[in-house]
Structure formats: C-alpha cells, structure tokens
C-alpha cells in the first residue's frame, strides 16, 4: 500500500471512529455520514487573470455549507493525468467558422496531450457522436478531426450530459471543452439535467462561444448564458472568440490553467444534511496584498445519483 493510499484508509478508520461515537451516545437520532473523499480542483488567478503558482496547503481554507473542513490532501495538479473531451458544435450556425475551430482544437489537442493524458473527440448537430474515443495518440485525434461532419440543428445539452457521463468513470481530472454558438434546438435533456450529470461527474466546462460580428445582434443569447452559468459550476471558465487569435487564446489559456490546478481533498465532517447537494467554498489567505487573488472550483456536489 503506498503512502498516499496508507493516509486514505487511516483517515477513514478515523471518520468512521467518530460517526460510531455519535451512533452510540445518540441511538435515536439518524445522521448521515458520508466518509467518501471529496475532491475539489482550484484554480487560482491573480488580477490579471494568470495563473498563481506556488501556493501552499495553509494558504487555503475549505468549507462545506459554511462549515470548516480539514484538507486531508494537498497537491499541485500539473502530473495528475488528464481526460479531456473536446465537444464541437457542427450545427447548420457554426458552417463557415468550423475549419478554422477544428485547426485551432487541433493545436490545442497537439499543445496539451501527454502520454498520461486521453482526449476524446465529439461533434454534435442534431445528433451527439462521438468521433473519437479516449486515446493519447495524436494521428488518431487528427485522423477525428478530419472526419468531423456538419449536421442540421443543435442538441448542445444532450452533448453536454453524455460528455459528463463519458467522463464520469474516468480517474484523474476530467475537462469538457465545448466549441459552440451557444444555440440549442433539439435536446432530449434539459439544462438542469446537464448540470447535474457535469457535477456528478466532476468534470471541470470550459466554453468556447463563437460568435461571428455580423450576427451577434440578433442572436438567441440562452445556450450562451447556460454555458456561462455551467462554466462557473463547475470551476471552469468561459471565452468569447470572433477570430482565430481569440481561439487561440482561449485554448491557450485552458492550456495554462489546466498545467498550474490545486487539489484540496477532505472528508465531509459527520453532520445532518437538509438537501442532497453540498455547497463549497474556498478560500485563499497570506498571500501578499494586492494580489487579488481569485479562487475558481465546483460549487459543490451530490451526495445522491440522479435518478
């Protein structure tokens, strides 16, 4: 057993030494103890939006429905292997800007990949498909790439929650890249099923809204603020592109943030719990002034499956 997973047991043992005490000194009260480490990946950005490295476990406070809690793991992400899926939005909308989204996906897929790493293509239109399962070969990726087709309409939020399912199982951090004009026409899945299905998972939406300058007045803004709302939830972040150096970026950004994540690791204290969703918050401190620091993460998570 390593030492990392010898910590893992010895503060189970622990927990679950605790909710035994509190059975047996109140036999009559039910109290839901969930000793299931929750993983929380932050990024931390100063005022100008960079990246902050070198931060440190005490520079960091968790809590859970406002209650404290005790950071069992602290790591610096930059080794943990990535599953990356890379949704494209090949709609009927998206028809004279997708070669230049696939090259620029392209170089991001050629600028992030490590041999530890898996990226999955998807593209979707009125129908989700995915082109290419999890791999970490570059000729596979652009042998997908190639292939991606356009369709007619957008079922953006069934691409949504069938990317979180995909990634569900998968060990590491989890990243959805969505590349999309924000529309969706044809979803079998609400919204709230899509958010829901992203948090279970724990998959970290970064959102690429395409917007080309000549139809930007008079577009149908509800998916673009979906996404938005999603990328916050989830501890990720959206950008808005109208060219090429503007994607670009954007992948270059995600690039960065992905190379410089915190893990921060707790068990839940034992504690009642009125609703199945747990909020979270953290926080950074003894950072020097002026900074402006941001911390971004998952709101929270479920303690239940959806049904």
Known sequence: MT???????????????????????????????????????????DDRGAPAAGLKKENFQLREDGKEQKIAVFDKESALPLSIILAVDTSLSTRKDLPLELASARRFAHAILRPVDALSLYEFSEIVHEVTPFTADLQKIDRGIERVHHGAATALYDALFLAAQALEPRQGRKVLVVITDGGDTVSQVDYKEAVRAAQEAEAIV??????????????????????????????????YATSVPQLDDAFKQISDELRTQYLLAYYPSQ?????????????????????????????????????
């Open 3 to 45: 030492s990392l997973a010898m910590r893992y047991s010895a503060t189970i043992g622990l927990v679950l030494a605790a909710a035994l005490a509190g059975f047996a000194q109140e036999p009559d009260t039910t109290i839901k103890v969930d000793v299931k480490l929750v993983n929380v990946f932050a990024t931390v950005t």
């Open 206 to 239: 970064y959102s690429i809204i395409v917007v080309p300058i000549e139809s930007s007045a008079g577009r149908d803004t509800g998916g673009e603020h979906a996404l938005i709302t999603l990328s916050s939830e989830t501890g990720g972040r959206y950008f």
């Open 271 to 307: 504690r009642l719990a009125d609703s199945d969703f747990r909020r979270i918050e953290v926080t950074v401190s003894g950072v020097p002034v002026g900074t402006g620091y941001k911390v971004r993460h998952r709101t929270g998570y479920y303690t239940s499956k959806s049904k």
